[in-house]
């Protein structure tokens, strides 16, 4: 019974140092698979073991707290720091409007144009000579200031209305030749922008005619302005049929003349100006500089630079 007894507890401590002995082998065995190592960061698991990578290149765009830079964003993610009159300029300038619906409201357009200056230019023929002999005559031109001071002329203001059509059509042209937008609503911007900016130098030059008592020489050159805007209008409305109803090639061609042109008259209005005020800035030089410098360079440069900024050009 005792020696049934050793043989129970032998077979026992022998199953169980063979129940250690397995559990030994099974934990050395095992150990490269241990589920609690802790493995560096940057490493990377290969065939060889693990290769240190650069830090740099851990960093994923699938990684969902991924800090991205303002300049990886979209652009059309900009769209609510925009204004109302950006945002519509914008859609614009994406979308176009059907060639043939556009040709018939031009069409229409240039129509009523062409009335209202063949009314203008009825209204006193002689009128219309003299406005261009005035471009050219600075003598002339001060006659023609004074007899309008005398009496007024329904011709001008219809002339310079013209003008600021006339001037938007051909913009808009230049547009639909070189940039491929032919939005229609896109005429409509361009003329409010055209008219916004003439205002405002109606107002500011206003202005600036009261703080210093200049009314007499401002109202000259607002003059000056009138017959300048007179004299383009009868010269681009035809010109902005032609270029409308022509062949690509000989459009472009045009709007580069057209430009060149109204380059050419803008210059020749300048010249003019500063000789008719002779007076002024030879009695005071500073009134003379800020006058140049507020309206004629500031606001073309501020013009360039928002339109380079927001990318219509």
């Not at 030059?205 to 004299?231: R, T």
Request: with cysteine; charged share 15%.
């Amino acid at each position: 019974m005792v020696l049934d007894s050793n043989l129970f507890v032998h077979n026992v401590l022998r199953g169980f140092i063979a129940l250690n002995l397995f559990l030994v082998a099974s934990v050395l065995t095992g150990q490269e698979r241990n589920p609690f190592e802790v493995k560096p960061r940057y490493l990377i698991k290969t065939d060889g073991g693990y290769t240190h990578v650069d830090s740099t290149k851990k960093i994923e765009l699938s990684n969902p707290f991924q800090i991205v830079s303002s300049g990886a964003i979209d652009s059309t993610h900009n769209i609510q720091h925009k204004n109302f009159f950006e945002i519509q300029v914008d859609r614009a300038l994406i979308s176009n409007s059907d060639q043939n619906e556009l040709n018939s409201s031009m069409l229409w357009m240039m129509i009523f144009l062409f009335s209202i200056l063949a009314l203008a230019v009825n209204i006193n023929r002689g009128l219309v000579t003299k406005l261009y002999r005035t471009s050219f005559n600075l003598n002339l031109f001060n006659t023609l200031y004074r007899e309008n001071k005398e009496e007024n002329r329904l011709m001008f203001p219809l002339l310079y209305g013209l003008y600021f059509v006339a001037i938007s059509i051909f913009i808009f042209q230049g547009f639909v030749h070189f940039k491929g937008n032919n939005n229609i609503f896109l005429l409509i911007y361009i003329t409010l922008g055209v008219l916004t900016l003439y205002l405002g130098r109606h107002l500011s030059l206003k202005i600036f005619a009261n703080l210093f008592g200049l009314q007499k020489e401002i109202d000259h050159y607002l003059f000056n302005i009138i017959c300048f805007g007179s004299v383009v209008a009868i010269l681009f409305i035809p010109l902005d049929f032609i270029i409308i109803y022509s062949k690509p090639e000989w459009s472009k061609r045009l709007l580069i003349l057209g430009s060149l042109i109204f380059i050419g008259f803008y210059l020749l209005r300048q010249l003019k100006e500063i000789m008719t005020s002779s007076n002024l800035w030879t009695r005071s030089i500073i009134h003379f500089l800020l006058y140049l410098c507020a309206f004629e360079i500031t606001p073309l440069v501020l013009l360039y630079a928002y339109i380079h900024q927001q990318g219509w050009v």
